[in-house]
Protein backbone atom coordinates (compact mmCIF):
# COMPACT_ATOMS: atom_id res chain seq x y z
CA UNK A 1 0.00 0.00 0.00
CA UNK A 2 1.42 3.23 -0.87
CA UNK A 3 -0.09 6.58 0.60
CA UNK A 4 0.68 10.06 -0.92
CA UNK A 5 0.36 12.89 1.04
CA UNK A 6 1.16 16.83 1.17
CA UNK A 7 -0.50 18.89 -1.45
CA UNK A 8 -2.07 22.04 -1.29
CA UNK A 9 -2.45 25.34 -3.01
CA UNK A 10 0.51 26.72 -3.54
CA UNK A 11 1.35 30.67 -5.64
CA UNK A 12 3.53 30.55 -8.57
CA UNK A 13 7.21 30.41 -7.39
CA UNK A 14 6.17 28.35 -4.07
CA UNK A 15 7.35 25.32 -2.81
CA UNK A 16 5.73 21.89 -1.43
CA UNK A 17 6.90 18.73 0.00
CA UNK A 18 4.87 15.41 -1.37
CA UNK A 19 5.26 11.97 0.91
CA UNK A 20 4.52 8.45 -0.05
CA UNK A 21 4.32 6.41 2.78
CA UNK A 22 4.70 2.45 1.93
CA UNK A 23 3.41 -0.46 3.73
CA UNK A 24 3.13 -3.97 3.22
CA UNK A 25 5.79 -5.29 0.93
CA UNK A 26 9.66 -5.06 0.92
CA UNK A 27 9.43 -1.23 0.39
CA UNK A 28 13.32 -1.19 0.22
CA UNK A 29 13.66 -3.56 -2.73
CA UNK A 30 11.85 -1.41 -4.76
CA UNK A 31 11.83 1.50 -6.89
CA UNK A 32 9.45 4.54 -6.39
CA UNK A 33 8.17 6.85 -8.61
CA UNK A 34 5.86 10.24 -9.18
CA UNK A 35 3.33 10.46 -11.56
CA UNK A 36 0.74 13.28 -12.03
CA UNK A 37 -2.37 13.52 -13.89
CA UNK A 38 -3.79 16.92 -14.85
CA UNK A 39 -7.36 17.50 -15.55
CA UNK A 40 -7.78 16.52 -19.71
CA UNK A 41 -4.10 15.29 -20.13
CA UNK A 42 -2.61 11.97 -20.18
CA UNK A 43 -0.80 10.78 -16.79
CA UNK A 44 2.92 11.67 -16.84
CA UNK A 45 6.06 10.34 -15.31
CA UNK A 46 7.14 13.08 -12.79
CA UNK A 47 10.28 11.32 -11.19
CA UNK A 48 11.94 8.35 -10.01
CA UNK A 49 14.25 6.98 -7.43
CA UNK A 50 16.08 3.40 -7.04
CA UNK A 51 15.22 1.17 -4.56
CA UNK A 52 18.69 2.06 -3.20
CA UNK A 53 18.04 5.79 -3.02
CA UNK A 54 21.77 6.02 -5.28
CA UNK A 55 19.97 6.80 -8.64
CA UNK A 56 17.17 9.34 -9.60
CA UNK A 57 15.99 10.78 -12.93
CA UNK A 58 13.51 13.48 -13.81
CA UNK A 59 10.97 14.72 -16.48
CA UNK A 60 12.80 16.98 -18.44
CA UNK A 61 9.44 19.94 -17.26
CA UNK A 62 10.38 19.29 -13.54
CA UNK A 63 14.18 18.79 -13.79
CA UNK A 64 16.17 21.15 -11.78
CA UNK A 65 12.94 22.43 -9.67
CA UNK A 66 12.28 18.92 -8.23
CA UNK A 67 13.72 16.78 -6.11
CA UNK A 68 13.17 12.81 -4.97
CA UNK A 69 14.26 11.37 -2.06
CA UNK A 70 13.67 8.30 0.19
CA UNK A 71 14.19 7.20 3.59
CA UNK A 72 13.72 3.04 3.72
CA UNK A 73 13.99 3.16 7.38
CA UNK A 74 11.14 5.09 7.80
CA UNK A 75 9.36 3.40 4.35
CA UNK A 76 8.73 6.49 2.89
CA UNK A 77 9.71 8.43 -0.57
CA UNK A 78 9.61 12.23 -0.68
CA UNK A 79 9.55 14.69 -3.66
CA UNK A 80 10.46 18.72 -2.62
CA UNK A 81 8.87 20.36 -5.22
CA UNK A 82 10.14 24.27 -5.85
CA UNK A 83 9.75 26.52 -8.28
CA UNK A 84 6.22 25.47 -8.91
CA UNK A 85 4.30 26.79 -11.85
CA UNK A 86 0.55 27.37 -13.07
CA UNK A 87 1.33 24.11 -15.04
CA UNK A 88 2.74 21.63 -12.06
CA UNK A 89 -1.10 21.32 -10.97
CA UNK A 90 -2.57 18.16 -10.96
CA UNK A 91 -2.76 15.11 -8.60
CA UNK A 92 0.25 13.51 -8.01
CA UNK A 93 0.48 9.72 -6.88
CA UNK A 94 3.17 7.34 -6.09
CA UNK A 95 3.89 3.60 -7.42
CA UNK A 96 6.68 1.20 -6.95
CA UNK A 97 8.28 0.55 -10.73
CA UNK A 98 8.60 -2.29 -12.52
CA UNK A 99 11.91 -2.67 -14.58
CA UNK A 100 13.68 0.83 -15.48
CA UNK A 101 13.82 4.02 -13.12
CA UNK A 102 14.93 5.76 -15.96
CA UNK A 103 13.15 8.45 -18.69
CA UNK A 104 15.83 8.59 -20.86
CA UNK A 105 15.34 4.64 -21.51
CA UNK A 106 11.55 5.17 -22.18
CA UNK A 107 8.16 4.97 -20.43
CA UNK A 108 8.47 4.03 -16.36
CA UNK A 109 6.12 1.46 -15.75
CA UNK A 110 4.25 1.65 -12.48
CA UNK A 111 2.81 -1.40 -10.82
CA UNK A 112 1.14 -0.72 -7.52
CA UNK A 113 -0.05 2.73 -7.11
CA UNK A 114 -1.12 5.22 -4.09
CA UNK A 115 -3.62 7.18 -3.86
CA UNK A 116 -3.26 10.48 -5.05
CA UNK A 117 -2.32 13.89 -3.41
CA UNK A 118 -3.85 17.23 -5.48
CA UNK A 119 -1.53 19.84 -6.24
CA UNK A 120 -2.89 23.36 -7.29
CA UNK A 121 -0.64 26.06 -8.25
CA UNK A 122 -2.68 29.36 -8.34
CA UNK A 123 -2.26 32.95 -7.69
Known amino acids: QLQASGGGLVQPGGSLRLSCAAS????????IAWFRQAPGKDREGVSC????????DYADSVKGRFTISRDNAQNTVYMQMNSLRLEDTAIYYC??????????????????WGQGTQVTVSS
Open 95 to 112: ATVAGHCAFTLGPITPVY
Open 24 to 31: GFTFDDSA
Open 49 to 56: ISSSGTST
